[in-house]
C-alpha cells in the first residue's frame, strides 16, 4: 500500500501540478495589460513551466518508500549480507529508469511545444548546464529521500515526512511559479536551500533567462550539498543500522 | 423507501465498524495529518503567487476571496475523496483479483452500495474541516444571499454525486483490466486543475474542463451559485450531468459484475 501511494502522489505532483500552473500564468499573462506578468509572456511561462515539467520528471525518486518497506518488512536484511551498501542497487535502478521515462517525455515536450508556442533558447551551451545541472540536483534529492526513507528506522511517518519535503522542494524550487515571482522572504529562505539550483535554475537556462556564470554558481552550490547530504546520509545509516532488529528479532 | 432506509442503516453500521478498527493505529495520525498540510499547503501558496503579482487583481475575473472560494471547494472534495471514496474503491480492483469479489455480491445487499460505503479513512477528517474553516472565511468577506447558498449546497451535493460516479466508472474497469491505480490517478491530475476557476485557464483548456472531464462542475459551478452568478440554464446542468453519469455508472457497474467470473475461472 505505501508503494502504491508512492505512485499516486507522485503521478499527481511532479506529473501535472507544473502543467496546471503553467496554464494558469499563460491565461493571466494573456489578460494582463500589455501582455505580460513580470516581464514573462505566455509562451515564455509555456516555455519555463515545459522545462520544469521535464527537470521534474528526471528527478522523481521513490527512493524512500523503497527504504521504508525494505525496512519495516525485513526486506534489508538480505541486502546487508551483499558486500556493497544497499544504496547502489537504488540508484543504478533510479537512473536506468531516466533512461525509460526520456523517450515518452520528450515526445509530451514536442506535442506541448507545438500546442503553446513554447519558446525555447538558441544558446547550445544551456542544454549542456541543464543537463549537468539537474545530474547533480537528481543525485541530491536521491540522497536526501533516501536519508529520509532511512528514517524507517525509528518513526512510521517516513511517507508523510517525504510529502512535506516535497512540498518545499516544489514551492521553493520553482513549480509554482519563477523563483523571482515569490516574496521576498521565501526568494531570501530559498537561496539557502538546494532546491531553486536544482529545479529553477535549469529551467531558466532552458528558456534563456540565466547566465552561465549563474549556471557555475549553482553547481558549486549542488555540489557543495551532495557532499553534506553524503554525510549526512552515511551518519543515519549507521546510527539506524544499530537499531534495526530485522522482523521479528 | 424503507429500501433507503436500510441503506442508510447499514452505512452507519459500516462507518462505526472502520472507524473502530482505525483508532487502533493512532500513530498514523500524525502522517494524515502532515498529508493534509501537504494539500492545503500547496494550493493556498499557488493561489496567493498568482494573485500576489504586482499589477494583478484577479485570476480569470475572480478576485482572491471568490477563487479562495474555489480552493475550499476544491480542498472539501478532496478531503472526501479521501475519506469517503479512496479508501473503497482502492480496495476494489484488489477483490477483484484476489476473488474476495465473490463475498461481496453473495451478501444479500446491492454490491455497489457495499463496495462504496464500506470503508472511511477518518484519519482524513481533518481535510474537510480545514475545507469548510476555509469555505467560512472565504465566505464572510462576501456577500452571499440565502438563495445562493441554498443553491450552492445543492449544486455542491451534485459535484459529490459527479466526484463519486467518476472514481466508481475509473475503479470498475478493474473487472477487465485488474491494475486501476493509473487511471485514477489520471484523474487526480486532471482534478488538480480544479483548485483554480475554471476560468482561469485558456479557452480551449477550460472547454475540455467542462465538457471532456467535468471538472468545472464540481468546484467551480457550486462557488458560483454562492456568488449568486449562475444562470438557470448552468445551475441545472450540473444535476444533469450527475444523473446522467450516474446512471450511466450504475449500467457500466452491473455490466462489469455481469461479467465477472471469480479469480479461479
Given at each position: 500500500m505505501a508503494e502504491y501511494r508512492a505512485e499516486i502522489i507522485i503521478w499527481m505532483f511532479s506529473g501535472t501540478l507544473s502543467l496546471v500552473m503553467m496554464l494558469v500564468w499563460m491565461a493571466q499573462a494573456d489578460a494582463a495589460p500589455g501582455g505580460q506578468v513580470r516581464g514573462y509572456s505566455p509562451e515564455e511561462f509555456a516555455g519555463y513551466f515545459l522545462s520544469i515539467w521535464v527537470v521534474s520528471q528526471l528527478m522523481v525518486v521513490w527512493v524512500s518508500w523503497e527504504i521504508d518497506y525494505a525496512i519495516r518488512q525485513g526486506q534489508l536484511s538480505p541486502q546487508l549480507?551483499?558486500?556493497?551498501?544497499?544504496?547502489w542497487p537504488h540508484f543504478i535502478g533510479h537512473v536506468t529508469e531516466r533512461f525509460v521515462r526520456a523517450l515518452p517525455m520528450f515526445a509530451l515536450v514536442f506535442v506541448f511545444t507545438l500546442l503553446t508556442g513554447a519558446k525555447f533558447t538558441t544558446q547550445w551551451w544551456a542544454y549542456p548546464a541543464a543537463f549537468g545541472l539537474v545530474t547533480l540536483g537528481f543525485t541530491a534529492r536521491f540522497l536526501w529521500e533516501y536519508t529520509l526513507g532511512l528514517l524507517a528506522f525509528w518513526t512510521e511517518n517516513t511517507t508523510s515526512f517525504q510529502e512535506v519535503v516535497w512540498l518545499i522542494y516544489a514551492a521553493l524550487g520553482g513549480m509554482?511559479?519563477?523563483?523571482?515571482?515569490?516574496p521576498d522572504w521565501a526568494q531570501a529562505i530559498a537561496r539557502w536551500t538546494p532546491f531553486p539550483y536544482m529545479l529553477g535554475l535549469p529551467a531558466q537556462l532552458l528558456t534563456g533567462k540565466a547566465t552561465p556564470d549563474q549556471a557555475l554558481h549553482g553547481a558549486a552550490i549542488l555540489a557543495g550539498w551532495l557532499v553534506l547530504f553524503w554525510f549526512v546520509r552515511l551518519w543515519v545509516w549507521r546510527r539506524g543500522l544499530s537499531r534495526y532488529g530485522a522482523v521479528g528479532a | 423507501m424503507r429500501g433507503l432506509r436500510r441503506a442508510l442503516r447499514l452505512m452507519r453500521v459500516f462507518i462505526g465498524a472502520t472507524i473502530s478498527a482505525q483508532?487502533?493505529?493512532?500513530?498514523n495520525f500524525l502522517g494524515a495529518l502532515m498529508g493534509t498540510l501537504v494539500a492545503t499547503g500547496t494550493s493556498l501558496f499557488a493561489l496567493g503567487l498568482v494573485l500576489g503579482q504586482?499589477?494583478?487583481?484577479?485570476?480569470g475575473g475572480w478576485t482572491l476571496r471568490e477563487a479562495l472560494l474555489v480552493t475550499a471547494f476544491y480542498l472539501l472534495t478532496s478531503g472526501f475523496i479521501a475519506v469517503f471514496i479512496r479508501p473503497n474503491m482502492s480496495k476494489i480492483a484488489e477483490a477483484v483479483r484476489t476473488g474476495n469479489m465473490d463475498f461481496t455480491l453473495l451478501k444479500p445487499i446491492d454490491a455497489q452500495l457495499n463496495v462504496s460505503t464500506r470503508?472511511?479513512?477518518?484519519?482524513?477528517?481533518p481535510d474537510l474541516l480545514i475545507g469548510a474553516g476555509l469555505m467560512v472565511y472565504a465566505a464572510s468577506g462576501l456577500t452571499i444571499t440565502a438563495s445562493g447558498m441554498l443553491g450552492g449546497t445543492l449544486l455542491y451535493l451534485s459535484s459529490l454525486v459527479i466526484v463519486y460516479c467518476i472514481w466508481l466508472a475509473l475503479s470498475t474497469t478493474a473487472f477487465w483490466f485488474v491494475k486501476t491505480q493509473n487511471a485514477t490517478e489520471l484523474f487526480q491530475g486532471v482534478f488538480s486543475?480544479?483548485?483554480?476557476?475554471?476560468?482561469?485557464?485558456?479557452a480551449p483548456v477550460r472547454a475540455f474542463l467542462t465538457v471532456?472531464?467535468?471538472?468545472?462542475?464540481?468546484t467551480t459551478v457550486p462557488a458560483q451559485a454562492l456568488l449568486g452568478r449562475l444562470t438557470l440554464t448552468q445551475a441545472l446542468a450540473s444535476p444533469l450531468v450527475a444523473a446522467v453519469l450516474f446512471a450511466a455508472t450504475r449500467w457500466f457497474w452491473l455490466k462489469a459484475v455481469g461479467s465477472y467470473t471469480s479469480a479461479s475461472s
Open positions: 549480507l551483499r558486500p556493497l551498501d544497499p544504496i509554482l511559479a519563477p523563483l523571482t515571482f515569490l | 483508532l487502533e493505529y493512532r500513530a504586482p499589477g494583478t487583481t484577479g485570476v470503508n472511511v479513512d477518518i484519519l482524513r477528517f486543475a480544479a483548485r483554480f476557476p475554471s476560468t482561469a485557464f485558456p471532456v472531464v467535468p471538472i468545472a462542475f464540481i
